[in-house]
Nanobody, 124 residues
Framework: QVQLVESGGGLVQAGGSLRLSCAAA????????MAWFRQAPGKEREFVAA????????YYTDSVKGRFTISRDNAKNTVYLQMNSLKPEDTAVYYC?????????????????WGQGTQVTVSS
């Protein structure tokens, strides 16, 4: 069992940056593949980025490549999502997810544990 708590969301103007954090409590964090998903109003939850338990490889959805960076600090039990050059279409609730011993992947149902989400709003 692992508990995930996201933070770092907020309101930012287009072109700005935010860094989301996901702190994990419970079992050994370094055993988990981690991912970020997001859900905009009226839309399905979509994959954003994933990182393996070791930190490599990482994967991104096409719309955020070159703008977002996922990273992790296993000593701090935390995964991050650095978001630069934000666009209004990035507005969503962002969720952190964890999969014990799983590979980094884009499939939501592969992840066993989820955080409560943090709101990101990008104004134009």
């Amino acid at each position: 069992q692992v508990q995930l708590v996201e933070s770092g969301g907020g309101l930012v103007q287009a072109g700005g940056s935010l860094r989301l954090s996901c702190a994990a409590a419970g079992r050994t964090f370094s055993s988990y593949a981690m991912a970020w998903f997001r859900q905009a109003p009226g839309k399905e939850r979509e994959f954003v980025a994933a990182i393996s338990w070791s930190g490599s490889p990482t994967y991104y959805t096409d719309s955020v490549k070159g703008r977002f960076t996922i990273s992790r600090d296993n000593a701090k039990n935390t995964v991050y999502l650095q978001m630069n050059s934000l666009k209004p279409e990035d507005t969503a609730v962002y969720y952190c997810a964890a999969d014990l011993w799983g590979p980094a992947q884009a499939v939501a149902h592969a992840y066993e544990y989820w955080g409560q989400g943090t709101q990101v709003t990008v104004s134009s």
